[in-house]
């Protein structure tokens, strides 16, 4: 025969407390100076040293990272015109003629993007390029180079 039983806290409907000490204690995280962190306030001076200019004591997760992007360093068309004399005095490209040749590898970049205007006529070696960056260099006279994965 299966017997009905109460629950116990049915039992404790009729006290205060409930069961649970002083009539505050189960109210929240209050009798525990709040949650977490909390509690550092008006009279807690003795933890406020711990969170003042201690940036290693951070925990948890900051922001997020999403696992699927493919981070790649790219520079623009204008970027390259205006720094390529820069990039000739530090021995990062060359100059033959009117052509400016630099491998875009030594200069830590990964893609080569169309914004502005070719100023010079640029052979350029870049893991990637847009389409419109790659036009805009063969109207200028130049050529870019599509460098194979390795």
Not at 5 to 20: A, E, I, L, Q
Request: glycine fraction near 12%; charged fraction near 25%; charge should be positive.
């Amino acid at each position: 025969m299966v017997t009905n039983h109460r629950k116990k806290n049915s039992r404790h409907r009729g006290s205060w407390t409930h069961s649970h000490g002083e009539k505050k204690k189960h109210r929240g995280a209050g009798s525990r100076g709040g949650r977490g962190n909390a509690g550092s306030g008006k009279r807690g001076d003795a933890k406020k040293p711990r969170y003042w200019d201690d940036k290693k004591f951070h925990k948890g997760k900051l922001g997020f990272h999403n696992p699927t992007s493919n981070p790649q360093n790219a520079i623009t068309l204008s970027q390259l015109s205006s720094s390529i004399e820069k990039f000739v005095a530090q021995g990062l490209a060359q100059k033959d003629a009117n052509t400016f040749k630099i491998n875009c590898s030594d200069i830590k970049v990964d893609k080569l993007l169309g914004t502005g205007t070719a100023a010079f006529a640029f052979e350029v070696v870049v893991k990637s390029a847009s389409q419109k960056a790659i036009e805009k260099i063969e109207a200028a006279g130049g050529k870019v180079l599509i460098q194979a994965e390795s």
